[in-house]
């Protein structure tokens, strides 16, 4: 099965550099996704990291290592926007058309 | 114009009734999948939908039932309505190379 661990709440101050972990276990492993969501919207996409390494976009970053089987999420120069939820979601390689969802990191920016 | 939208947004109903969600999208994918979201429990999937001819149960299938009317419409019902089944529904498509899922707004339900 998978289970897939991240942190429920994490604060940061504005202009700062926060670092979301993510760790999961799996019997196999086909890639894994990063989503942002706003209070009471829809999630959407951010990254995707299938091969180890750093992927970056902007200020956002994503890590990933497949035989520790960690993730992070690395935010920069964080404004106050960047309060929202950020969801861990692994696509297992037995049936690539799911997702398993992590339960989501609680980010609050204060100025 | 959104490019997934659900209907209705909102929604009160009481148990034991009937209840359908609907998802709509103009994006041209084939493939497309109902969540519901629970505080604690994370994205959780129900059903999804390959094309028109094919429906796969998620992890928590139980008491609820899907739809496939056409490539850009994928329903989901909820036949007798309980309050544990109060949740906010997403609706969800990706294409055949599935990089990424596209969601919709959502759908807050409660039954009372």
């Known amino acids: 099965g998978q289970n897939i661990d991240q942190p429920t709440e994490m604060t940061a101050t504005e202009g700062a550099i926060v670092q979301i972990n993510c760790t999961y276990q799996t019997s196999g492993f086909n890639g894994l996704f990063w989503y942002q969501q706003h209070a009471g919207e829809a999630p959407t996409f951010l990254s995707y990291?299938?091969?180890?390494g750093l992927e970056e976009k902007g200020r956002f970053s994503s890590f990933l290592s497949r035989s520790k089987g960690y993730s992070y999420l690395l935010l920069k120069e964080l404004q106050m926007k960047d309060s929202a939820s950020y969801l861990c979601a692994v696509r297992p390689p037995y049936n690539t058309d799911k997702l398993i969802f992590g339960t989501g990191t609680r980010l609050q920016v204060f100025p | 114009d959104a490019d997934v939208t659900q209907t209705p947004r909102n929604r009160i109903t009481k148990t034991g009734k009937r209840i359908m969600l609907e998802c709509s999208q103009t994006?041209?994918?084939?493939?497309m999948y109902w969540y519901r979201q629970d505080p604690g429990l994370g994205l959780r999937l129900i059903y999804y939908?390959?094309?028109?001819?094919?429906?796969n149960k998620g992890e928590i299938s139980d008491g609820y039932s899907v739809s496939r009317q056409a490539q850009a419409k994928f329903s989901l019902s909820l036949e007798s309505a309980i309050p544990n089944q109060t949740a906010l529904y997403f609706c969800a498509t990706s294409d055949y190379n599935q990089e990424t899922q596209y969601f919709g707004p959502g759908t807050r339900l409660l039954v009372l």
């Open positions: 990291n299938v091969l180890d």
């Open positions: 994006k041209g994918h084939d493939r």
């Open positions: 939908s390959f094309d028109v001819k094919d429906i």
